[in-house]
């Protein structure tokens, strides 16, 4: 739970995701052309020939480039590459909608027959009960299939 703490404390000091959205010609071609290095340039500093140099941009902007090479590429730009995942909601979020999706679905056959035999049980209590099971839960298992 620390480590999920952690970790979501670091995304909000980063900001939204969308911020570090590419150019839509890529990282490389931006940098290079801000920098005002032509293709034949960076491919020297590469060690390449300059068609290559292209077919990198064109890989990086389709997404298909190599980790190690966009990291090259980044070298020689002066850069320097940072690889992130970042997740679309606060893990600690994430890990508590899941733990209550499937505290749900445990408890709710057992509401159903408390029901059917009416001995259903007051909203308030069936939300305490939720939360302790949902606070009890492993978190490593939350995700195992079925």
Not at 116 to 134: G, I, P, R, W, Y
Request: proline share 5%.
């Amino acid at each position: 739970m620390q480590s999920r703490s952690r970790l979501d404390d670091r995304f909000k000091e980063m900001g939204p995701a969308s911020r570090f959205a590419p150019p839509v010609r890529g990282w490389i071609r931006a940098i290079r052309e801000a920098l005002g290095l032509s293709s034949a340039q960076l491919a020297k500093r590469l060690g390449v020939r300059q068609p290559s140099v292209v077919a990198l941009e064109q890989s990086e902007a389709k997404g298909t480039m190599e980790l190690a090479t966009l990291r090259r590429v980044a070298e020689a730009l002066g850069c320097t590459l940072v690889y992130v995942l970042v997740p679309n909601k606060p893990l600690e979020g994430v890990v508590r909608e899941r733990a209550r999706a499937l505290a749900c679905e445990r408890l709710a056959p057992v509401e159903h027959s408390m029901r059917l035999e009416d001995q259903a049980v007051s909203v308030k209590d069936s939300e305490a009960q939720l939360d302790e099971l949902v606070r009890t839960m492993n978190p490593s298992r939350l995700w195992d299939d079925r």
